[in-house]
């Protein structure tokens, strides 16, 4: 079982940064491939970026260049960076958890609660 709770969301104006946060516990996260996605109202949730215990990522193209994904396997800790904020980034976030074989075989894994991100003047 894995534990994921997200922080760091709020409100923000058009252009400016947040860093989320993603701390899992409860079984090895060395070995997780984590993922963040975000679900805007009336719209289905969609992958953001993903990182892999190795660090290497994948960014959707509607936020390459602005978000960038990390992880810190002493802290259990991916983050997710956003900068150069626009009003359509508004969406709660999500962050995932999953094995090798979750991936691969397209299961669930392990979801957080969720953060609020808003962007707006």
């Known amino acids: 079982q894995v534990q994921l709770v997200e922080s760091g969301g709020g409100l923000v104006q058009p252009g400016g940064s947040l860093r989320l946060s993603c701390a899992a516990s409860?079984?090895?996260?060395?070995?997780?491939?984590m993922s963040w996605h975000r679900q805007a109202p009336g719209k289905q949730r969609e992958l953001v970026a993903t990182?892999?215990?190795?660090?290497?990522?994948t960014y959707a193209d509607s936020v390459k260049g602005r978000f960038t994904i990390s992880r810190d396997h002493m802290k259990h800790t991916v983050y997710l960076e956003m900068n150069s904020l626009r009003p359509e980034d508004t969406a709660v976030y999500y962050c995932?958890?999953?094995?090798?074989?979750?991936?691969?075989?397209?299961?669930?894994?392990?979801w957080g609660q969720g953060t609020q991100v808003t962007v707006s003047s």
């Open positions: 995932r958890a999953q094995t090798f074989d979750d991936y691969r075989y397209d299961r669930e894994g392990y």
């Open positions: 409860g079984s090895i996260f060395s070995l997780f491939i």
């Open positions: 990182i892999t215990p190795g660090s290497s990522t």
